[in-house]
């Protein structure tokens, strides 16, 4: 059982940056991978970024590679997503996942737990 929360969220100009980052409970934390998700109005959600337990494998979707790196910190509980040269199309609720898992997926459907989303948004 983890529960997750999420903040960092907010207005933001175009090639303007933000960091997000998501608080994880639970002793177990440091065996789950985790991943980030964002759903636009309308629209499904989509995977974002995911790590691997000891954040030495990471993995991004084509459309945020070179402008969002994410990262853990697994003595803190915490996980990270740096987002720079953002693009109003990176406007979303953003989503923190977890699963215990070895391996990484890139699937909102495979992941167990979920936090309540934080709102980006980008003008241009």
């Known amino acids: 059982q983890v529960q997750l929360v999420e903040s960092g969220g907010g207005?933001?100009?175009?090639?303007?940056?933000?960091?997000?980052?998501?608080?994880?409970?639970?002793?177990?934390?440091?065996?789950?991978?985790?991943?980030?998700?964002?759903?636009?109005?309308?629209?499904?959600?989509?995977?974002?970024?995911?790590?691997s337990w000891s954040g030495g494998s990471t993995y991004y979707t084509d459309s945020v590679k070179g402008r969002f790196t994410i990262s853990r910190d697994n003595a803190k509980n915490m996980v990270y997503l740096q987002m720079n040269s953002l693009k109003p199309e990176d406007t979303a609720v953003y989503y923190c996942a977890a699963r215990p898992s070895i391996v990484v997926f890139r699937t909102a459907s495979e992941y167990h737990y979920w936090g309540q989303g934080t709102q980006v948004t980008v003008s241009s």
């Open 11 to 51: 207005l933001v100009q175009a090639g303007g940056s933000l960091r997000l980052s998501c608080a994880a409970s639970g002793r177990t934390f440091s065996s789950y991978i985790m991943g980030w998700f964002r759903q636009a109005p309308g629209k499904e959600r989509e995977f974002v970024a995911a790590i």
